[in-house]
């Protein structure tokens, strides 16, 4: 869900700033990648809900031979259990776009320190599209794809500092994650205690 949410925010991104897609063919070429990864999501989930057609002897010759089908299992599987619950997906994906506007609104406010005559829609739609290349197990050139990424992204509209960018992102995501990191510590300990409590008592 916030992946496709991401995905249709960089089309939306896009469509609001066509000159980075028409001037720049390599923007225009990544903004297309993400139109035709975004349909794709949305044809692979409706087939998910579908109980005709998962039932069906194409969709089993697929699962049954299709590279990482373990995975797409899964993946399948879970949709198809909210396919009466689309409005947990609805939620889910209101919270997804809420977060991923809170996110450009940090990179924007840390965009005017490094790169101050930046535009926000491109400092918006170059820190998606870089967050997207983040996410390939790479790394060129000897720095995190992340890195390499925002720089190639931000050079090739004529603004440095694009590794400084997502670095500061980077350190401000510290705190958090080391809340996030606490908050699971505690509540994987009280569930093995919970666990030994049921298992102990008469």
């Known amino acids: ?13 896009a469509l609001l700033d066509g000159r980075l897609v028409w001037d720049y063919p390599l923007i225009g070429s990544l903004v297309a990648a993400a139109a035709v990864a975004a349909v794709g999501l949305l044809v692979c989930g409706a087939i998910a809900f579908s109980a005709r057609l998962r039932e069906s002897r194409w969709y089993a010759f697929l ?13 399948a599987d879970a949709l198809y259990v909210f396919r009466k619950n689309r409005a947990a997906l609805a939620r889910a994906a209101a919270l997804s776009v809420v977060w991923h506007l809170a996110l450009l609104g940090v990179m924007n406010a840390a965009a005017r320190a490094f790169m101050p005559n930046a535009q926000p829609l ?9 967050l997207l290349a983040n996410a390939l197990p790479i790394t060129p050139g000897g720095l995190g794809v992340g890195e390499a990424a925002f720089e190639g992204l931000f050079r090739s509209v004529g603004y440095s500092g694009g590794a ?5 992102w980077r350190v401000g995501m510290l705190a958090l994650c ?6 699971y510590i505690t509540g994987a300990r009280r569930g093995q205690v919970a666990e030994a409590t049921a298992t102990t008592s008469p």
């Open 1 to 13: 869900v916030a992946l496709f949410c991401m995905l249709s925010l960089v089309v939306a991104l």
């Open 178 to 183: 080391c809340l996030g990191c606490a908050i």
């Open 122 to 130: 491109t400092v918006s739609l170059l820190a998606l599209l870089g």
């Open 164 to 168: 400084r960018l997502i670095l500061a």
């Open 63 to 75: 699962m049954d031979r299709a590279p990482l089908r373990r995975y797409l299992t899964r993946v």
